[in-house]
């Protein structure tokens, strides 16, 4: 069982290109979540989805996208990206509701914007 | 709005105790912990739901206030493997503006030496 794979890994981007971060999860979890981590300020909430064709937004949405077509997949776009996007990127999942479904995490992508 | 953790960070010795509370403004649904090591995902720990409640498994334990606002988690007799940054994750619940979205802490960074 893979769980939560995120694609890719580490990525460098300069200043106003664009790109996608890919989250897919094999455990038939209703409920996806993209969160980014920066030092001191824990994982902050970017945008999430109830279901499949579904998406909200979170905390701190504003130059995000994101779709999930797929139930297993959930996207994060950038359209152009900025030096303050540069973070640790967390996909995650649950089974259901996150007031009382734990939370299922990906490995992360590290992104810097330079 | 985000929990409030304390302390921001802990050092102890093999064998000692520790205490990482989690406070919020408001009546909680629930409460999430999870930890993370270094460079990887948040691991999920356990969740409370009920006001009063405690819960816990080996020497790792939590417990929710009767008003809901408050959570504490507890590592007694600290193991190296304790190390990491651990997180709180508070649900509002219905009716809330922050409904189905998990906010976390800033996290507590627990430090435990030989």
């Known amino acids: 069982n893979a769980g939560v794979t995120q694609t890719p890994k580490f990525r460098v981007l300069k200043t106003g290109q664009s790109m996608t971060l890919l989250c897919a999860q094999d455990?038939?979890?209703?409920?996806m979540y993209w969160y980014r981590q920066d030092p001191g300020m824990g994982l902050r909430l970017i945008h999430y989805s109830v279901g499949e064709g579904t998406t909200a937004k979170g905390e701190v949405p504003d130059g995000y996208n994101v779709s999930r077509l797929k139930k297993q997949n959930f996207l994060l776009g950038l359209e152009s990206a900025a030096p303050s996007q540069t973070s640790v990127y967390f996909c995650?999942?649950?089974?259901?509701?996150?007031?009382?479904?734990?939370?299922?995490f990906g490995n992360g992508t590290r992104l810097t914007v330079t | 709005q985000q929990p409030v953790q304390s302390p921001q960070a802990v050092i102890l010795r093999e064998g000692e105790d520790a205490v990482i509370n989690c406070s919020s403004s408001?009546?909680?649904?629930?409460v999430h912990w999870y930890r993370q090591k270094h460079g990887e995902a948040p691991v999920f720990l356990m969740i409370?739901?009920?006001?009063?409640e405690q819960k816990g498994h080996d020497k790792i334990s939590a417990s929710f206030n009767e008003k809901k606002q408050q959570s504490s988690l507890y590592l007694t007799a600290s193991q190296l493997s304790y190390s990491g940054t651990y997180f709180c994750?508070?649900?509002?619940?219905?009716?809330?503006?922050?409904?189905?979205?998990?906010?976390f802490g800033q996290g507590t960074i627990l430090t435990v030496h030989p």
């Open positions: 409370l739901l009920k006001g009063g």
């Open positions: 995650a999942s649950s089974l259901g509701w996150a007031g009382n479904s734990p939370l299922h």
């Open positions: 408001k009546a909680l649904y629930s």
């Open positions: 455990m038939n979890h209703e409920y």
């Open positions: 994750g508070t649900e509002i619940g219905a009716g809330g503006t922050s409904y189905g979205k998990l906010t």
